[in-house]
Every structure is written in structure tokens, then in C-alpha cells.
């Protein structure tokens, strides 16, 4: 890949000063998994490298939330205990990105920057409800994370001026990852979904759900009306089913080199009936509720809550291995 320099950072703030310098000629690099891919992009850039920023490497449980520095990998994601016990979703989702080399390398925050509407990590993150931070001139600024899109492979983050430190999300008391995909390695989603659910209200009483679909829309797609069903009752299977099917009927699927549009319509149902059945604790087993050729995530059962301030090793998972280059294609 041609550029024309290349610079490291060593923290946010070093990065930022960088960029700042550069004055729109810079452009971050992370892994490098997205951007080796489109040396057009960065041919005249002076590439700012990020991934040694230890800083924005993290996963941590502060009081009812979770936060996910930007520079973790999908490994550090995939491998990661303290995600398995409280959002499967997400640490599944990054487990079925690419291949080992990839997952490696590629991180989650070139994950949501690179803009497609069904990244792995960014359906797990959209279900979530997650909002991220944005460190740029001005400070750092937090959004909802949906807010980054705008349009297939269109950030509203500019990566020659901004930097994606990290995400958060309200810890939920289930959630699943659910992916189609021609193979189970090396292959980009026919389509994936995510769900989890929150039990709020005085008792729990009232349950809160999100739930995600890729690729439905240019941006990841909250099925806001197959949401709405659910939201406040204690969720049953018939729910679940009706659910599954309105989120069928509102998803405006479209055909693609991976599937014709018809068939993504029908699988949104069948993925999102997993991923409600596994959040919520109802799927009978693991294997009838993934069935064959898919992904999954059983998070079963009502996950009891971490002690506030848990930390996965701070940096980053304990036995995740440091920082690696390289990757495949
Ligand atoms: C063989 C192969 C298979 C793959 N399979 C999958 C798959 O199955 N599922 C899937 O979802 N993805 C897949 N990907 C895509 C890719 O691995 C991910 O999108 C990856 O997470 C990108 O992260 P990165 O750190 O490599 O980003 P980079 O390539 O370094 O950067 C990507 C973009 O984001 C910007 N950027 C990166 N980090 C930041 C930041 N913190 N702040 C501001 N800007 C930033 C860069 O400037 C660039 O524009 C695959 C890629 C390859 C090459």
C-alpha cells in the first residue's frame, strides 16, 4: 500500500496533535485489515498508527456498564471472560469475524469506522444500544452509536481529524449473536442479528430489548417494531415468534452478491427468533435453537451481575496475546 508517511502514536493525545498537524492529510490506521484493502483511500496520506495505544485497549465493567476500548481486537473480544458472562453477544460476534489472522488484528473500533451496514461486531454493538466516544479538536464527544453512519461505508467520523476511543453499554441480562453464512470461516455474513434485553422497571418488571440486522439497511437496523412488541411485557415464546415475524415484515432486505433479497427476508425471522430465544433464556437447547450453518451465542438463563468495577485486566483480556501484525486476504 502507498502513502506518503507513516507515523506512530503512543496515546489518544499524541495521536490527535498528530492529526492535527497533518491538517486533514493524516488518516488513523488501526489494524489495517479494512484500509491495506483500499490502498486508494490512503495513497496520499500520511498514516497515523494507533494500534500501540495501550490506552484505548480495554474492556471493563464500570457500575452497570461496560466499556470497550476501540484498539481491542476481535481476539481480545472473542476471548474475553468478562464479555462471555455479560455480553455474549458481542464477544461472538467478533469471534466470527474472518479468520484468526484477522481477528488478530482488526479491531473493533476499524470495525464500526469502516461503515457497513452488517459488520459483525457493529450488529452486536447496535443491539446493545451502545454509544461510543468520539475524541476530536473540540474534546471527546458521546453518541449513540448509529449516529456514526452515514451510508454504506461512510463514517460520520473523520478519521483525518477524530479518533473512535471506545464504546459503552448498559450490561444486559441476556443477549445472542446470530450469523448465515456460506461458510463458517472467511466469509462475510448473509446476514447476521443480535439481540439482548434489560429487565427494568421496579422488580425488573419491565423488560427493554434491542434488536439488530445486517445487511438490512445502508446502516446496521434496529427492527424498532419487533422492539416495540416486546418492550414491557415478560417475553414468551408466542412473543417471540410474533416478534420475529413483524421484524420479517419490516425489513426491506435487498439483493446482493451473497443472497437474493426474498431469502434475507425469510432468514430475518429465523435469526431474530434464535437470538430472542437465546437472549431470553428459551431456547430449549443450543443446538435446536443454532441449528445448522449458523452462529450462535447461548447466553442462557438470567446472568447475574458482575461486582461493580470488575475489570478484565485492565489493558485488555489476560490471556489475550499482545498486539499482532499481519493478516490474510
Ligand atoms: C479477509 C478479511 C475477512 C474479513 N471478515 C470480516 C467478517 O467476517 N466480519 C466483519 O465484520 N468484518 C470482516 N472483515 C473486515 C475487517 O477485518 C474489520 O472491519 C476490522 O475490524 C477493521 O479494523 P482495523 O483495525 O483493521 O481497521 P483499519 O483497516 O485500520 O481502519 C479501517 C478504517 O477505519 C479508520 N479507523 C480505524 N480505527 C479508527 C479509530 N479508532 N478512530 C478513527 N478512525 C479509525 C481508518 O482510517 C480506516 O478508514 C474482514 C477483513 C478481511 C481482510
Known amino acids: ?99 484468526p489472522q484477522i481477528r488478530s488484528v482488526g479491531t473493533v473500533g476499524g470495525n464500526v469506522m469502516n461503515a457497513l451496514p452488517a459488520a459483525d461486531t457493529a450488529i452486536a454493538l447496535a443491539a446493545l444500544g451502545a454509544t461510543a466516544d468520539v475524541l476530536g479538536p473540540g474534546g471527546t464527544r458521546e453518541t449513540d452509536l448509529l449516529t456514526l453512519y452515514a451510508g454504506v461505508g461512510r463514517s460520520t467520523v473523520d478519521p483525518a481529524r477524530e479518533i473512535l476511543t471506545g464504546f459503552s453499554f448498559r450490561i444486559p441480562r441476556g443477549s445472542s449473536f446470530q450469523r448465515l453464512a456460506k461458510r463458517k470461516a472467511l466469509a462475510l455474513p448473509v446476514l447476521n442479528a443480535a439481540a439482548a434485553l434489560w429487565d427494568d422497571g421496579e422488580g425488573g418488571a419491565r423488560t427493554e430489548v434491542g434488536i439488530a440486522v445486517g445487511p438490512v439497511a445502508t446502516t446496521p437496523w434496529r427492527a424498532t417494531e419487533a422492539e416495540r412488541l416486546v418492550r414491557g411485557h415478560a417475553p414468551t415464546r408466542e412473543l417471540i415468534e410474533q416478534a420475529a415475524r413483524t421484524a420479517m415484515t419490516t425489513a426491506v432486505c435487498r439483493d446482493s452478491i451473497r443472497s437474493c433479497a426474498l431469502y434475507r427476508q425469510f432468514m430475518v425471522e429465523v435469526l431474530v427468533r434464535r437470538a430472542l430465544l437465546e437472549a431470553t433464556g428459551l431456547a430449549p437447547t443450543g443446538r435446536e435453537a443454532a441449528g445448522p450453518g449458523t452462529r450462535s451465542s447461548a447466553v442462557r438463563g438470567r446472568a447475574h451481575r458482575a461486582a461493580p468495577g470488575r475489570t478484565d485486566g485492565g489493558a485488555f483480556d489476560q490471556d489475550a496475546p499482545a498486539s499482532r501484525r499481519g493478516g490474510d486476504r
Do not use: K, N, W
Open 1 to 99: 500500500m502507498r502513502c506518503s508517511g507513516y507515523l506512530f502514536a503512543h496515546s489518544a493525545g499524541e495521536a490527535l496533535s498528530l492529526l492535527a498537524e497533518l491538517d486533514g492529510a493524516g488518516r488513523v490506521i488501526a489494524g489495517g485489515t479494512d484500509l491495506m484493502l483500499a490502498p486508494g483511500e490512503a495513497a496520499s496520506a500520511t498514516l497515523v498508527d494507533i494500534s500501540q495505544i495501550q490506552e484505548l485497549r480495554y474492556i471493563e465493567q464500570r457500575g452497570e456498564r461496560l466499556h470497550v476500548g476501540s484498539l481491542c481486537t476481535h481476539e481480545d473480544l472473542a476471548t474475553s471472560p468478562l464479555l462471555h458472562e455479560r455480553a455474549a453477544a458481542l464477544a461472538a460476534a467478533a469471534a466470527a469475524v474472518g479468520s
